[in-house]
């Protein structure tokens, strides 16, 4: 039996968790270490790290000057340069980073199997002072772009996120693994999800962000973004100011696209369908606003997990092409290559002021005002109030769909405030008034301090920077304090304060108990519980594959292709609407294109711009599903809130969305 463990437990620990494999023998008399990626791909060159012992002996220092290079088992020179050791302050420089090994002559010979490589450091004169042996396993390189491919696969088959990220996360390990089964299921689950959570940066982002879940919670119970609502439902006495009224809404509640729908959804349903505006036109204009506005404002509950995307592609590589932007930076300078959003913006602009419509929308909008007219042809006049104005026929202007403006009955204007009757644990509280400003004020702190504590945190990095003479000095502009400032740190403390005034608030109006705050702000955590695990998922396999180098084999074919990195925003995007219409996730998406696409781009070029705008590629077209995908989760709650028919909407607002896609 204890031989039985100790076979089983050998075989899952076969291989170490840093990713280095074989034997290794050092015969300098201090450590000289190599560190390799935990597998090489044939034919493709590779990074290796070397760092240097602070001593070749006692009191022998290490020349300013030494060579290294590279054998295989036959001898052959894979890899030769010269490396300083001291810089130019005067201090120790004893890690450097190779990324073109082997020679591009040598390449042939890192076919696939086992290899033998040894790195020596020798001096001048030609005298070797040590050396370093690992023998390291070569692979296919098509075979680390088979884990993304089945992640997306498995998504777009199964429609679960969360189960194909898993499943790529173990594939790729079993390649880093060197093919160990058991080994890549335990590093999956103990090394690589929880690494990815482990990260200070990634810490930081989840914490936000639990924080912003909490305070949108507290919004949603108080009922402010109901009161909210009702204000502007006061002027919405004809179609077309209703349409506008509702998209000034939910210009409004841009914070977040679950509140934005179910708020919007619930509180304008009646107005606007004493309005004359069709349910599918309605569910339309809430649906595009909501993820067009949530993933384009920078202060929003999705932008914890765009800097927590954006910078753990460019984090993986940096070693590649040093990163000449902070993530807000990335961020910030991608909004003008955004199109779909910017577009899609426009678009809802034109459909409310125009009150043109076309297609399979014209059909519906006409079937709302024949049933509306209908309506209020059969309301018998009041007495003695003279008769309410009954609006006219369909005339032939109105049939090609320019409709005059409907006005509604007064009967149907004059409703007392809307009430929320759905039932959850973040819906309004019962019997306690609906007040804007318990929204409006959170939310106005949260954007004055968000943006105050980024300059004030951006100047504060300056000044402690160019203190150290050793540093660069940093010139103060207004792009080096948010470059340099902590974005998410900015978030959590104007939130934390957001929360803070609007508990007190609550509680001094009797709206909300002190037990009732905490229960309502548990519940808003709870609801990124899910968007956070996939985010952490999404980091975990970043890591693993950039473990695995697929990115070296994405660009060695783009290059062998002629592919210019021009087009690698242009395919990103294509490819993004097709991930984003199959899965319904915005977050599934971005999780899979940017651990694959960014490394990639800056392997095929330095140029910041085009990396950008690789960025703003999978930024824009990941909403692509949560504007029309029928299993996208807020198609679903566009159907609840707006109580429209799914097919009908989708068939609807297809030609819309389509229609800015192919612009």
């Not at 001593?55 to 052959?76: K, Q, R």
């Not at 996120?161 to 335990?186: D, E, H, T």
Request: glycine content about 6%; proline content about 5%.
């Amino acid at each position: 039996m204890s031989l039985f463990v100790s076979l089983l437990l050998a075989l899952f620990l076969v291989s170490p968790i840093t990713g280095q494999s074989g034997d290794m023998e050092q015969n300098c008399s201090s450590a000289f270490k190599v560190t390799y990626p935990s597998i090489l791909l044939a034919n493709i060159q590779f990074q290796f790290i070397v760092d240097l012992p602070p001593y070749l002996d006692v009191g022998v220092p290490l020349p300013e000057n030494i060579n290294i290079t590279m054998l295989n088992s036959d001898g052959i020179l894979l890899f030769s340069g010269s490396i300083a050791t001291v810089k130019d302050n005067g201090m120790a420089d004893l890690s450097h980073t190779f990324t073109d090994a082997p020679f591009d002559d040598a390449n042939e010979t890192l076919h696939m199997g086992h290899h033998t490589l040894t790195v020596k450091m020798i001096d001048q004169d030609g005298t070797e002072l040590c050396s370093n042996t690992q023998t390291l396993l070569s692979i296919p390189g098509w075979l680390t772009i088979l884990p993304p491919i089945l992640t997306a696969v498995i998504a777009i088959a199964f429609r679960q996120v969360l189960l194909a990220l898993l499943i790529g996360i173990w594939l790729s390990a079993c390649l880093a693994r060197q093919y160990n089964v058991f080994a890549a299921l335990l590093r999956t689950l103990d090394y690589y999800i929880v690494s990815s959570m482990g990260d200070f940066d990634h810490a930081e982002i989840i914490i936000g962000t639990f924080f912003l879940g909490g305070l949108i919670g507290l919004v949603q119970r108080s009922g402010g973004g109901l009161g909210l609502a009702n204000i502007f439902r006061r002027f919405a006495k004809t179609n077309r100011r209703a349409s506008i009224i509702c998209f000034c809404v939910c210009l409004l509640i841009f914070f977040d696209d679950y509140t934005s729908i179910l708020v919007v959804g619930t509180s304008m349903r009646t107005v606007m369908a004493s309005s004359g505006v069709s349910k599918d036109k309605f569910a339309f204009i809430i649906q595009s606003m909501a993820p067009t506005m949530a993933s384009f404002i920078p202060i929003s509950s999705w932008i914890g997990a765009q800097l927590g995307y954006v910078s753990s592609g460019f984090d993986n590589c940096v070693s590649v092409t040093p990163n000449k932007y902070s993530p807000f930076e990335i961020v910030s300078r991608s909004l003008p290559y955004r199109f779909l959003p910017i577009l899609m913006l426009f678009c809802v602009i034109l459909v409310c002021i125009l009150n043109r419509d076309f297609a399979c929308m014209l059909t519906s909008e006409r079937e709302s005002y024949k049933e509306l007219h209908r309506s209020t042809q059969a309301i018998p006049p009041p007495v003695p109030v003279s008769r309410p104005s009954v609006s006219p026929p369909l005339t032939e202007r109105e049939a090609r769909g320019d409709r005059q403006e409907l006005h509604c009955s007064s009967d149907i204007s004059n409703n007392d405030d809307l009430e929320d009757t759905s039932e959850g644990p973040l819906s309004p509280k019962r019997g306690v008034p609906h007040r804007w400003f318990n929204a409006i004020i959170p939310f106005v702190i949260v954007i004055v301090l968000t943006f105050s504590g980024m300059i004030l945190d951006g100047w504060w990095f300056i000044r402690e920077n160019n203190k150290d003479d050793s540093n660069e000095r940093i010139s103060v502009s207004i792009t080096n304090i948010f470059g340099n400032a902590d974005a998410m740190a900015a978030v959590i403390w104007s939130v934390c304060l957001a929360t803070l005034i609007l508990s007190v608030m609550l509680m001094v109006q009797k709206i909300l108990s002190f037990s009732e705050v905490m229960t309502s702000w548990i519940e808003g955590v709870k609801d990124v519980i899910e968007p956070l695990f996939i985010l952490v998922l999404a980091w975990a396999l970043g890591s693993v594959i950039t473990e695995t180098q697929t990115s070296n084999f994405i660009a060695q074919v783009l290059r062998s292709g002629n592919i210019s990195a021009d087009y690698v925003p242009v395919i990103t995007t294509i490819i993004g609407y097709f991930m984003a219409y199959c899965t319904g996730s915005a977050f599934g998406t971005m999780g899979i294109l940017f651990p694959l696409v960014i490394p990639t781009v800056c392997h095929l070029t330095d140029d910041p711009d085009i990396q950008v705008q690789a960025a703003a590629a999978i930024l824009s077209s990941c909403i692509f599903g949560n504007l029309m995908s029928p299993i996208a989760d807020l198609t679903v709650l566009t159907r609840v809130s707006t109580q429209c028919d799914l097919n009908s909407h989708i068939k609807t607002c297809s030609p819309y969305t389509d229609s800015v896609v192919a612009a």
